[in-house]
């Protein structure tokens, strides 16, 4: 079940005004202003952001609602962190908000209300001020219905968000590593003596030898060292002691009283990297087991994986919100905007704003997709060869887009992959 706004069609709009409701929300507590259908401040109070202060806000409101005998209620918060999560199903589950009253809550991106806070007078920024122009977004703004929970798909999404947190702490563990590894081995990624950095051999290097150890010893010593580190699973371990002591001959020297702090940094770094990575394995399997639970269509897909399968899917929810399959493509990022003006057509520009989450499973997928499935392989590789610059980002995120056709399709009609079908705008006969 999805918990959207509710909305009472036994009551009639016509009844009275509306009340227009700002929350500029905080980890201890929300600030409210309430204004009605021309604008003017009704109320001002600040409740806590628990649940006694959300019994105070509702009563609140409905104390103003009857005193300027309102049937329709308009409330308005940023989804700022999760902030909004616990009040946002307070107020979409209360029966007595529903019922008695036209009930409609939204969610604002806050770069939206920034945006309304900047088209407005020169204003100051503080709580009181926001929760009014959250407000003034509510009153005036094109502001749709929230769909931000999923109850079916929620635990899925909670645990695929936390997974990109992972991988993204990941990324920032291993670039760390990366520049302080250029301090020891200048050369190292340069010369790439092995296909990673990050694999058990090359760590061991890194982190039990110096460059001039490196230097002082033959190719057979070294060559020999390297053997027994790798438990002999290095495929030429000649080639690869010749590269390591090319490495260390072309590398800066570090100072002495350097080597030491960088040594502990990058061993540190690299249990890090370790850590994380064995953290994903642990959450991949724990998402696989939860989408285990679910019939869906997107695991047909050859090379797509459970994994992003369940990141795509816990994003998207039910798709009976989108209309077309380009509402999701904006709706992951996966969008070009136009800009016209006279005669002039500039260049399309892509729409950065969207669900980050879900244009990253995407983007993955997509980048499974063209090793692992032909058709796609095909696709990204015509991409790639169209512009000279670029080539790969460009071509992943075209692949990603042309993924979000067949997404939206097999979701909606609930049908298994057929290479070739792209009609996403098409419903089932």
């Not at 690299?270 to 696989?288: L, M, Q, S, W």
């Not at 729409?351 to 980048?367: E, F």
Request: charged share 25%; net charge positive; proline share 3%.
């Amino acid at each position: 079940m999805i918990y959207l706004s509710t909305i009472n069609s036994n009551l009639s709009a016509d009844k009275a005004g509306t009340l227009y409701v700002g929350i500029d929300l905080s980890l201890k507590s929300n600030q409210v202003v309430v204004t009605d259908t021309f604008g003017k401040q009704l109320a001002t109070f600040a409740v806590g952001n628990d649940l006694p202060g959300a019994n105070k806000f509702k009563e609140k409101i409905i104390q103003i609602a009857k005193q300027y005998q309102i049937a329709t209620i308009k409330i308005g918060m940023e989804a700022t962190s999760l902030y909004w999560w616990h009040l946002y199903q307070f107020l979409v589950q209360d029966e007595t908000l529903n019922k008695e009253y036209i009930l409609d809550v939204f969610t604002l991106n806050p770069k939206l209300v920034k945006r309304f806070h900047k088209a407005t007078a020169d204003l100051d920024k503080t709580d009181p001020i926001d929760a009014s122009v959250i407000a003034d977004t509510v009153r005036f703004g094109k502001v749709t219905q929230s769909h931000l929970i999923d109850e079916v798909y929620e635990p899925l999404k909670r645990l695929t968000r936390f997974r990109c947190h992972l991988v993204t702490s990941l990324i920032v563990e291993k670039n760390y590593f990366l520049t302080h590894l250029f301090l020891k081995y200048s050369s190292w990624q340069k010369i790439k003596p092995f296909s990673s950095a990050f694999g058990t051999t090359a760590q061991e290097i890194i982190s039990k030898f110096d460059p001039e150890e490196i230097t002082n010893l033959s190719i057979t010593e070294l060559a020999e060292r390297m053997i027994g580190l790798s438990r002999n699973r290095l495929a030429d371990p000649v080639k690869t002691a010749l590269l390591v002591k090319e490495v260390a001959n072309s590398s800066y020297q570090l100072a002495n009283k350097l080597k030491e702090p960088i040594d502990l940094i990058l061993t540190n770094t690299y249990d890090n990297i370790r850590y994380f990575g064995e953290k994903i394995k642990t959450i991949d399997a724990v998402i696989e087991k939860e989408f285990s639970r679910y019939t869906n269509p997107l695991t047909s897909i050859k090379g797509i994986g459970l994994v992003f399968a369940a990141g795509i899917t816990a994003e998207l929810g039910t798709t009976s919100r989108f209309r077309r399959q380009s509402q999701v493509g904006k709706y992951a990022g996966l969008a070009w905007k136009k800009s016209q003006s006279g005669e002039f057509t500039a260049e399309e520009t892509p729409r950065k704003p969207g669900n980050t989450y879900l244009r990253y499973y995407l983007v993955q997928a997509a980048s499974s997709l063209r090793v692992h499935n032909e058709e796609y392989k095909v696709y990204y590789e015509r991409k790639y060869q169209e512009v000279p610059k670029h080539q790969h980002k460009r071509a992943l995120v075209l692949t990603a887009r042309k993924l979000v056709r067949l997404c939206f399709a097999m979701l909606r009609d609930q049908r298994f992959y057929q290479p070739g079908n792209q009609k996403g705008d098409q419903p089932k006969s």
